[in-house]
């Protein structure tokens, strides 16, 4: 049953997305119109509801060209250096970042209308979900059609495995991880979790890992498609058959990108300080049942003892209270080095760097280690139009998948089930180009 403290929650500026949001009020009118309360009645009284759903069909799939073609203008515009002005949908939907390939909205509301019977319903208007599933079958559609995806990415809880498991060998994401391989598609698993051993990294992983080890599907090379960014871009591990936890740690000199390089210590060590202030503030103040977590690249506070649940409430109000401080600190307004603060469910935490930095050490990583190809960009890096990053955090406020909207395409998954059913579309999609 939907309460009313769901409702009111779900209304909070920090929990919403504008774009799905201007997308679900576009679709509302001919909802409103066509549908509710009880769409298209002939002269007997009679409910026609194959010609409601025909209309309201028609009249998404009308909506959703139109956004299609803003798109297309909004893309012109961002290549066009030289144009000083905002295009249309950025008027419309300020927040709206860059685009890395076209959208094919229309062809991707059919698809889902197909499964979710979007156009039948006559009380339920488009929702979140909804449009948020046929953005994503979208840019499932653009990675396979306008261009090759290279590289894929993947959060790990609640994307790959539930909040705080581990990925076990019977999940059904393992076969279709493998498949990705398979089909030379790099896998670079970038997670927050901020381990310095392999041993870790190895529990959380380690159906994958050893699926990896003794699969016959693969060769060497694809085998060496999958690397482990931990720490959000702190701990780079490669896949290595030989290791005890067949994970090798990769020294910080062999990836840093240029621009991390250059982040000095001094800075870090100050971030993570005001950050560190600013979380034993909030324990106080909100008398949360946690300890201060200190790491050498972050900072956080988890829950004591540890089975404890902290509300969901306070842990977002210490995300924005952490990132608020930050901002108007010396250290954030000096900009040398960039951090994320973020809620992971039971805990908070301020990380250094963010997902942007870990897709990109990816597409580098990768990216100079294969044969040149149109995939690659500056410095041999893989191309934001060839990368695909799915997780389950994209809302603008204490989620940490958010910025990786920056450096490559999109996918926003509410489960490890919408993660099977996402790799289960690109793979229908991929074989079709194929074939």
């Not at 261009?147 to 495995?161: E, K």
């Not at 307004?333 to 760097?353: M, Q």
């Not at 997780?391 to 990786?404: E, I, T, V, W």
Request: charged residues 25%; glycine residues 6%.
């Amino acid at each position: 049953m939907t309460t009313r403290y769901r409702v009111e929650y779900a209304l909070k500026t920090h929990r919403r997305d504008q774009f799905i949001e201007w997308i679900k009020g576009l679709l509302a009118v001919p909802f409103v119109l066509y549908s509710q309360p009880h769409g298209a009645i002939d002269r007997q009284g009679t409910v026609n509801l194959s010609q409601t759903r025909e209309e309201a069909h028609r009249r998404y799939s009308e909506i959703l060209r139109d956004v299609e073609g803003m798109i297309d203008d909004h893309i012109a515009h961002q290549n066009d250096p030289e144009n000083p002005f905002p295009s249309k949908l950025k008027l419309l939907v300020p927040s709206i970042g860059p685009f890395f390939t076209r959208l094919p909205l229309e062809a991707a509301f059919k698809y889902q209308d197909s499964k979710r019977y979007i156009s039948s319903r006559r009380f339920v208007s488009p929702s979140f979900n909804d449009v948020r599933l046929i953005l994503n079958s979208a840019q499932m559609m653009a990675v396979t059609t306008y261009g090759t995806l290279q590289l894929a990415t993947f959060d790990g809880d609640v994307t790959l495995y539930e909040d705080g498991q581990s990925l076990e060998p019977t999940s059904p994401i393992v076969p279709r991880l493998i498949d990705l391989l398979r089909k030379n598609v790099k896998i670079g698993i970038v997670t927050a979790a901020g381990y310095t051993t392999a041993d870790k990294y190895y529990a959380r992983l380690h159906g994958l890992l050893d699926a990896l080890a003794s699969t016959t599907e693969l060769n060497p090379s694809q085998k060496q498609s999958l690397i482990v960014m931990g720490g959000e871009a702190n701990y780079l591990f490669e896949f290595s058959p030989s290791s005890p936890h067949l994970l090798a740690p990769v020294p910080r000199e062999k990836w840093l990108t240029p621009e991390m390089a250059a982040w000095d210590d001094r800075d870090i060590a100050q971030v993570l300080d005001v950050a560190e202030a600013a979380l034993r503030d909030c324990v106080r103040t909100l008398n949360l049942p946690a300890v201060l977590m200190r790491k050498d690249r972050a900072v956080g506070i988890v829950p004591n003892p540890p089975e404890t649940r902290i509300p969901r409430e306070s842990l977002e109000e210490t995300v924005l209270v952490v990132q608020k401080t930050l901002e108007l600190s010396a250290a954030g307004r000096a900009r040398r080095v960039p951090f994320c603060a973020f809620n992971g469910g039971r805990d908070v935490f301020v990380d250094i760097g963010d997902k942007s930095w870990g897709v990109t050490v990816c597409q580098r990583w990768f990216g100079s280690s294969s044969e040149p190809s149109r995939g690659q960009g500056e410095g041999g890096a893989i191309k934001g139009q060839n990368t695909l990053h799915v997780g389950d955090q994209f809302l603008s406020a204490g989620a940490n998948d958010f910025r990786a909207r920056s450096v490559g395409t999109t996918a926003w998954i509410a489960s490890p089930a919408e993660t099977v059913d996402l790799l289960d579309e690109l793979a229908e999609l991929m074989e079709k180009r194929a074939s």
